[in-house]
């Protein structure tokens, strides 16, 4: 059996964006049979690293709440992205990839669906959701197989097909376990998947860089009118710090520095995940995915200090046999396209 074509195609963001988080998703480029680059290898980590830690940035940006954080986010990160755009002279790539309307209306959506995402998982952080956060995020590359079979109806293997069906067994045991839907987590690895699945048709077509501005731009008038709502009605973080008596005279100036830092912080990453794609085999990149939900996990437990219950742990335990499994058919597969190649 042969990986799902939607797992080969380039990261158009991205999540760049996403954000773009997925590695082993429909926005991969990379070969599977192609030999491991320290260089990209180290990058990748790292990128993965600090994803893993972006819960302690987020939890540090109260007084503002998710959407404001958003605002900032895309706003911040607009800016810096335009700022390479200049000093690396690519403007006439960002008029080519304008003057596609198809192009242009698939990274709009993009847009939206990472929009959906980044609020979520801001959210997440702020209400003491930090481990449904990483569920989610260790569920989604379950869910961006499953949208490759019945979206895109494509082919799986057997082992893929159990490991969907061990991602959906883990999610009844935690809503029979909790009593409730995890719907952050759920929300979280879908709204991602279904980015990925929008980014596929374009994703050979748009630089990472160029995507990103476009998807950013796309959903900042939007956000721009929500924060203008915020500031005529006195609802802003700084107008918060300004009423807190506690509040240093300078708390703002931290404050607004966080929240610019929250943009940059997720431009650099994305734009370092497109490139280390480029130099490493799929399986790796299938790999190294899960250390950024492993170092939110652990973080959401023993930094935060949030309740987990028997139904988490061992809906945790399922969807983490569901990786492994997956994890060894991919790897299996890499195996089996070297040898075919000597």
Same mark, same amino acid.
């Given at each position: ?133 990483? /569920? ?37 045991? /935690? ?47 939007? /956000? ?72 939110? /996990? ?45």
């Amino acid at each position: 059996m042969s990986i799902p074509r939607s797992s080969r195609t380039t990261p158009a963001i991205d999540n760049a964006s996403a954000e773009a988080t997925q590695t082993a998703d429909m926005t991969q480029s990379t070969s599977p049979s192609s030999q491991i680059d320290p260089r990209s290898l180290l990058m990748g980590i790292t990128v993965y690293i600090m994803w893993g830690f972006f819960p302690l940035y987020f939890h540090s940006l109260a007084p503002a709440g998710s959407f404001e954080v958003i605002v900032h986010r895309a706003i911040w990160g607009l800016v810096a992205c335009l700022v390479m755009i200049a000093l690396f002279r690519r403007w006439d790539r960002m008029r080519a990839v304008i003057a596609d309307r198809e192009v242009l209306g698939r990274l709009s959506l993009a847009g939206v669906l990472i929009v959906i995402n980044w609020t979520t998982y801001v959210y997440a952080v702020q209400s003491g959701h930090t481990v449904d956060a990483a /569920l989610g995020y260790f569920i989604n590359p379950l869910v961006t197989v499953a949208l490759a079979r019945f979206v895109l109806k494509e082919r799986l293997s057997l082992s893929q097909k159990v490991a969907v069906g061990l991602g959906a067994a883990a999610v009844v045991v /935690l809503v029979v376990g909790l009593g409730r839907l995890p719907w952050v987590s759920l929300v979280l690895a879908f709204s991602f998947g279904f980015y990925g699945l929008v980014k596929k048709r374009v994703a050979n077509r748009v630089p990472p860089l160029e995507g990103m501005v476009v998807e950013t731009a796309a959903v900042t008038p939007p /956000l721009l009118a929500y924060y203008g709502y915020l500031a005529l009605t006195g609802a802003t973080s700084f107008h918060v710090l300004a009423a807190d008596p506690s509040a240093s005279a300078n708390a703002w100036i931290w404050h607004l520095l966080l929240l610019v830092g929250a943009g940059v912080l997720t431009a650099i990453p994305l734009l370092l995940f497109a490139r280390a794609s480029r130099g490493l085999p799929l399986g790796v990149m299938g790999l190294i995915q899960y250390i950024g939900p492993c170092l939110q /996990l652990l973080i959401g437990i023993l930094v935060f200090h949030e309740p987990m219950e028997p139904a988490r742990w061992i809906g945790t335990a399922i969807i983490w046999l569901a990786l492994v499994v997956m994890s060894a058919d991919w790897i299996g597969q890499v195996v089996r396209m070297r040898r075919e190649k000597r």
